[in-house]
């Protein structure tokens, strides 16, 4: 299972300053009384958007291991959440997903792929955001609703460029109930609430503005 690493460390800070090595786990999340004897687990390997890690543990009893994330990483997929927000951002703000898709993953980068790739790449982020701010207006509707599930409502309600990275931190008590890539890796005996998004089929309207 994933929990939460509260920090406000960005990526370069953590990476550069081995920011993993800073996490600690006082208690078991399966058995805070003590006793199962958990224990340090080395790390795991984030490649995107360069290699760092994750601090992570091993409950013997549970037989689980506890990776404690830290904010600004998406989880269940590679690369930080600001770089997914932005992506799904442009695509609000653009007439089509090829458009951004050309642009986010251009031809000429050395990892360059096809543009029906880059397609399916931009579509994933934009539906699996779209299910997390879905849940997101349906949890907290006092504090988000009325508004459509996009960035741009998002940024504007909170105020911030950083929407993704401050629902984290809002919804911590619900994370495991979450989609990724805001929501964690629930504990075995839990199941997200909301379904994995099916796909939205042919491009979306630009929001309004």
Do not use: N
């Amino acid at each position: 299972m994933q929990l939460r690493f509260e920090t406000e460390l960005t990526f370069e800070e953590y990476a550069t300053g081995r920011g993993w090595e800073r996490a600690r786990l006082p208690t078991c999340p399966f058995h805070p009384a003590g006793g199962c004897g958990l224990s340090v687990h080395g790390t795991y390997m984030r490649k995107v958007p360069s290699v760092a890690y994750v601090a992570r543990w091993y409950c013997p009893q549970a037989h689980a291991t506890i990776g404690l994330l830290p904010d600004f990483y998406a989880s269940r997929m590679p690369g930080t959440l600001d770089a997914i927000e932005e992506v799904v951002a442009r695509v609000e703000r653009a007439e089509t997903v090829e458009q951004v898709a050309e642009e986010v993953r251009p031809a000429e980068a050395p990892d360059a792929v096809t543009l029906p790739t880059a397609v399916r790449w931009v579509r994933v982020r934009l539906e699996l955001v779209r299910a997390v701010l879905i849940a997101v207006l349906g949890l907290w509707p006092e504090r988000f609703a009325p508004g459509r599930p996009t960035i741009k409502h998002f940024r504007e309600r909170l105020g911030t460029d950083h929407a993704l990275v401050t629902l984290r931190v809002i919804a911590e008590g619900k994370l495991h109930l979450l989609p990724m890539p805001l929501g964690l890796v629930p504990r075995p005996s839990l199941r997200a609430v909301v379904p994995f998004p099916q796909s939205s089929g042919s491009d979306p309207p630009p929001a309004s503005s």
